[in-house]
């Protein structure tokens, strides 16, 4: 009998080098991990109701673009998330499960933006860490339940960055086109994401010693959004004194609260805060000064504690829908820390899975929102008789109210009001 043997270095050079990085492997992850997402948020999809929020988005769709635009210049948000959920619903209805199917589908989507983003300026397996922390966040789940702009937002601050940090690479006034186009669409959306243009204004800073031209050019780049957006801006009612004040100033301990939230359980917050510390000694031992990790470490923690100190000291808005583009950059920086920080692909990927065994146990697949207004209207019914009167306060709240009352008057979005006081 013989016996072959063979060298060491071919016993464990496939499980050094797991995954194999190549275009085959990447699509294949990619897919599979898009499924994964796809499945996964789409359980319990129609589980709660629409809530205040949600029903006066899908109201506010049903106008005509004009309509959308003109009640825009009343409220602290542009109109295009409303236009394009708009054309959304006029094709798929205005179902609990088909308005939330958008979300949905932005929230997949996301999932090839981050691995490619990642797997592009770090390594594969920091790609595969960061779509799988992204695949079991609680948050990103919740928010992928609401028919409302906050997943496309996540979506649309990774292809940002994609673009921002391409433009670092070769300098191409392609990517800066694109990263004017994404801006300018992030703006017009939701006024939250300009504070991902002030982190990538620090993160261009990293840059300026070598390129000052190239820096000053990105910069010039930068202002082109703000300036389109103040053409909404100057004919805005909503701001210079209007603002409202619908939440307590945070403490704290509601700033860590965040972060421990973002990430499912305080452990694993805990232990991104001890990979943060680890990697900072070894940076400075070995001089190593890794100017896109940081830059993805301000993406996740910048704009949380922006809005944190805003709303202390200008308008209380700390809320967890408001930074959810912010988890993204926190579970991008976690992936990279774990592969600085431990060099084998054995502790790697233990710690790895670790982390997202503490993610699934600490899942809410049916973590609640505020107004049970399917039931409500439900209840309402069996007791309605022919001489009833129902008084609805306050006003605001016959959106809700008529879409699970009767469909068609909530569709009648110009006569809602006095369809209801008919009935």
Same mark, same amino acid.
């Given at each position: ?5 063979? +060298? ?95 979300? *949905? ?5 996301? *999932? ?112 082109? +959004? ?5 053409? @909404? ?12 004040? @619908? ?33 900072? *000694? ?82 809410? +697949? ?58």
């Amino acid at each position: 009998m013989t016996f072959v043997r063979l +060298p060491s270095e071919m016993k464990i050079s496939s499980i050094k080098n797991f995954p194999k990085d190549s275009k085959k492997t990447s699509q294949l992850i990619v897919l599979v991990f898009m499924l994964i997402n796809l499945v996964f948020k789409l359980f319990n999809i129609s589980y709660t109701s629409f809530y205040l929020d949600e029903a006066n988005q899908v109201f506010m769709s049903l106008q005509t673009i004009k309509e959308i635009y003109l009640e825009s210049l009343q409220f602290p948000n542009g109109p295009l998330y409303t236009i394009l959920f708009g054309g959304w619903i006029k094709i798929f209805g205005i179902s609990e499960f088909s308005g939330r199917l958008f979300s *949905v589908l932005a929230s997949v989507l996301t *999932v090839p933006a981050i691995f490619y983003l990642v797997k592009k300026h770090f390594q594969i397996r920091v790609a595969i860490a960061a779509v799988a922390i992204f695949t079991l966040s609680n948050w990103q789940y919740y928010y992928a339940h609401e028919a409302r702009s906050y997943t496309l937002i996540s979506l649309l601050v990774v292809l940002s960055f994609n673009s921002f940090f391409n433009y670092f690479i070769a300098f191409r006034k392609i990517h800066l086109l694109w990263y004017i186009l994404l801006t300018t669409v992030l703006f017009y959306i939701h006024l939250t994401s300009v504070f991902i243009l002030s982190v990538q204004g620090i993160i261009s800073l990293f840059y300026i010693r070598k390129h000052v031209a190239k820096v000053i050019l990105l910069w010039l780049a930068m202002f082109i +959004p703000v300036i389109l957006l103040s053409l @909404w801006l100057i004919n805005n009612s909503w701001f210079g004194g209007r603002e409202t004040v @619908w939440m307590e100033a945070p403490q704290f301990q509601d700033l860590i609260n965040m972060f421990s939230q973002y990430f499912n359980h305080k452990y694993i917050f805990y232990a991104f805060l001890t990979l943060i510390v680890v990697y900072l *000694v070894k940076a400075i031992l070995n001089r190593e000064y890794d100017k896109k990790f940081w830059g993805m470490f301000l993406w996740g923690v910048l704009p949380v504690i922006a809005i944190f100190f805003v709303s202390i000291y200008y308008n209380p808005r700390f809320t967890y829908r408001y930074m959810l583009y912010a988890t993204i950059g926190l579970y991008i920086s976690y992936a990279i820390l774990l592969a600085k920080v431990f060099k084998s692909n054995y502790i790697f990927y233990l710690l790895l899975l670790a982390t997202l065994a503490i993610q699934a146990i600490h899942i809410n +697949p049916k973590l609640k929102a505020d107004g049970d207004w399917r039931s409500a209207v439900n209840y309402y019914k069996s007791v309605k008789k022919d001489n009833s009167a129902t008084i609805i306060a306050a006003a605001y709240l016959n959106v809700p109210f008529a879409y699970y009352y009767d469909k068609d008057i909530f569709k009648d979005y110009r006569n809602l009001y006095q369809n209801l006081l008919d009935e």
